[in-house]
Nanobody
Framework: VQLQASGGGLAQPGGSLRLSCAAS????????MGWYRQAPGKQREFVAV???????NYADSVKGRFTISRDNAKNTMYLQMNSLKPEDTAVYYC?????????WGQGTQVTVSS
């Protein structure tokens, strides 16, 4: 299983970015997949999850601003981030729990600053 995250960068407060997580070795459609983030000096924290049935859940801090989704044909998961805030600055990691094992992407930096 490999996860390749991309799409990070610099955004202004109030701006948007879309992260992608391309998966190989497993199907995004049939597995629980999520996004986590880690800010400097802080623990890695949960951001959003999408279950195999399509149900989604979000951290309170991003609810209403971020949307997790997947494209089964492209075997890719996404995180659409709108109304970005400086406190969203972090390295974002995609994750899948596959056969009871955690797999992580390499992380993509998101910086929100004016």
């Amino acid at each position: 299983v490999q996860l390749q995250a991309s799409g990070g960068g610099l955004a202004q407060p109030g701006g948007s970015l879309r992260l992608s997580c391309a998966a190989s070795g497993m199907s995004v459609r049939f597995n629980r997949m999520g996004w986590y983030r880690q800010a400097p000096g802080k623990q890695r924290e949960f951001v959003a999850v999408i279950l195999s049935g399509g149900l989604t859940n979000y951290a309170d801090s991003v609810k209403g601003r971020f949307t997790i989704s997947r494209d089964n044909a492209k075997n890719t998961m996404y995180l659409q981030m709108n109304s970005l805030k400086p406190e969203d600055t972090a390295v974002y990691y995609c994750n899948v729990v596959y056969r009871a094992v955690d797999f992580w992407g390499q992380g993509t930096q998101v910086t929100v600053s004016s």
